[in-house]
């Protein structure tokens, strides 16, 4: 067959995404309700749903890192129903953190954790938690300056050091204060311990003689019944019911502009050939990294998207005689003596995930770089360690498991060392100048650490951008608001910002586009 033959052409569209993830299938799925025509490639030949989506091996569905359905921006709440209307289901939240053989609740539990802790070392972590306080560092330059100076550096060391050096393989004293500032931001300590303290006591009742609990920090969430994959896969359908494509096993392979400024997004098939797709505009949830390094010509800043760095991740699920092993939807595992970070059991999500009611089913998640040691392990190996693991906490007997399975995910997590904001905003301030129809969405697209509702909000304000002909909304103002994300009610934000201003300071107000639409809407009906 000849390279021409390989070759597979198609016409002018609207829009051309690159990535089937959350923020690539929001994108698509709104384009497609207003009309614009649509084509995505994903390089997966299977999945659709990025880190989001849910595989599925002899009936057992396993969630990749696990995925909770809660946001305070309505406007997302109001999509998934609107994606999924009749698959969620409410499930309650139940995680803890193993440390040093015991179990804490978390979120805190006051009484619990002093007994777990002692009495001296309580004390401890309480007076260095004050001297803290009251003497912080004034130069906040990593991620442990920024917790020690929060808890204290008894606290850090405890709950803080060993999670979080076994997710990014490099020490805390490496990582920038951003990604601190961005993940646990607002969580205050005094108010973890307010709130642990009046659930140990059950003083946290709602004063309206229900006797009912006050949901201080979330104690349920939704979740599509078979794994989040199922929201995009419902999404998927609806691009394609729509006349639009959702290309699987296509890989960019180079994007370039032509005299028109129309995109050339040429993809490499699963079979060896090559598509090509001309677009008006392109939406990218790509890697910033891989991004710079398939546009023609090369950006001047493409040495600075080289450098920018991605920790890569692996589910080890274990298929074990028993009815359930744990409550919990996952325990953090806060020890060294372990390789696993994270252990997810698959029927706390939802009993559909595991078809069989006298088999457990859990993931073990481990961190690591794309061709090191424990990513190039062989499947065998990764389950016998995952055996031997779960026997050294004592969660189950290694003679009890009766299957394994492994699922790679590389780029999960985008690095945030010394230089990540440096080289993003070198990146982001080039293409953005020289390539205003191309837009960067998404975790990995934007290279920040941003969950699920946050992805799509990039992706629904550049919808927006698209739709007005030019960059309206700020994206990455997305989730760089400073309150906690575990506080507060779903989709409790305000449908409407009282000004432009508002909308571009915080994903959580809808923008008036939306807004005025849903008000004609209202109006009509």
Request: glycine share 8%.
């Amino acid at each position: 067959m000849s390279v021409q033959d390989e070759l597979t052409r198609t016409g002018p569209v609207d829009v051309a995404i690159i990535g089937a993830g959350p923020a690539g299938l929001t994108a698509a799925y709104l384009l497609s309700k207003k009309g614009y025509s649509v084509t995505v490639i994903e390089k997966d030949t299977k999945y659709v749903g990025g880190i989001s989506r849910t595989v599925e091996v002899d009936g057992y569905r396993f969630d990749i890192g696990g995925h909770r359905f809660f946001s305070k921006s309505r406007e997302v709440v109001d999509l998934w129903n609107e994606i999924l209307p009749d698959d969620f289901i409410q499930r309650p939240r139940m995680s803890r953190i193993y440390y040093e053989g015991k179990f804490y609740s978390y979120p805190l539990r006051a009484f619990e954790a002093l007994w777990n802790l002692g009495i001296w070392r309580s004390t401890l972590c309480m007076a260095s938690y004050a001297r803290w306080k009251l003497l912080p560092n004034k130069t906040v330059r990593s991620f442990e300056d920024w917790v020690v100076n929060q808890f204290g550096h008894k606290l850090y060391s405890i709950f803080f050091k060993t999670y979080t050096e076994k997710v990014w393989g490099m020490p805390c004293d490496e990582m920038s204060a951003d990604w601190a500032a961005q993940r646990i931001k607002g969580l205050s300590l005094g108010a973890a311990v307010i709130d642990g303290l009046k659930r140990s006591l059950g003083l946290n009742k709602i004063n309206d003689g229900s006797g009912a609990q006050a949901k201080t920090l979330l104690e349920t969430f939704r979740y599509p019944r078979l794994g989040p994959g199922m929201m995009w896969d419902a999404a998927r359908d609806f691009v394609v019911s729509k006349g639009n494509e959702v290309r699987m096993g296509h890989a960019l392979k180079q994007l370039a502009q032509d005299a028109d400024g129309n995109w050339r997004v040429t993809a490499t098939t699963a079979d060896g050939g090559e598509a090509v797709i001309s677009a008006k505009h392109v939406i990218s949830s790509a890697p910033m990294r891989e991004l710079a390094a398939r546009i023609h010509p090369l950006p001047a800043t493409s040495l600075n998207a080289a450098e920018l760095k991605y920790r890569d991740f692996l589910t080890v699920a274990l298929m074990i005689k028993s009815d359930d092993l744990f409550p919990d939807n996952w325990i953090y595992i806060h020890d060294s003596k372990v390789q696993v970070g994270r252990v997810q059991n698959f029927r706390s999500w939802s009993p559909e995930m595991v078809p069989d009611e006298n088999i457990a089913c859990v993931g073990l998640e481990y961190f690591c770089f794309e061709n090191d040691g424990l990513w190039s392990s062989s499947d065998e190996d990764l389950v016998e360690l995952a055996k031997k693991e779960m026997a050294i906490l004592g969660l189950c007997k290694p003679e009890d498991v009766v299957g394994g399975a492994v699922v790679r995910q590389e780029k999960a997590y985008p690095v945030y060392d010394d230089s990540y904001a440096e080289n993003v905003a070198a990146m982001r301030g080039e293409l953005e100048a020289r390539f205003p129809t191309l837009h960067m969405v998404g975790r990995n697209g934007m290279h920040r650490y941003n969950n699920q509702d946050h992805a799509m909000m990039t992706a629904m304000l550049t919808v927006e951008n698209i739709a007005a002909g030019e960059r309206v909304y700020d994206i990455w103002q997305v989730n760089e608001d400073a309150e906690y994300h575990e506080a507060g009610n779903e989709g409790e934000r305000a449908r409407i910002a009282a000004d432009r201003s508002a909308a571009l300071a915080s994903e959580r107000d809808v923008p008036r586009r939306i807004a005025a639409e849903a008000g004609a809407v209202d109006r009509a009906a």
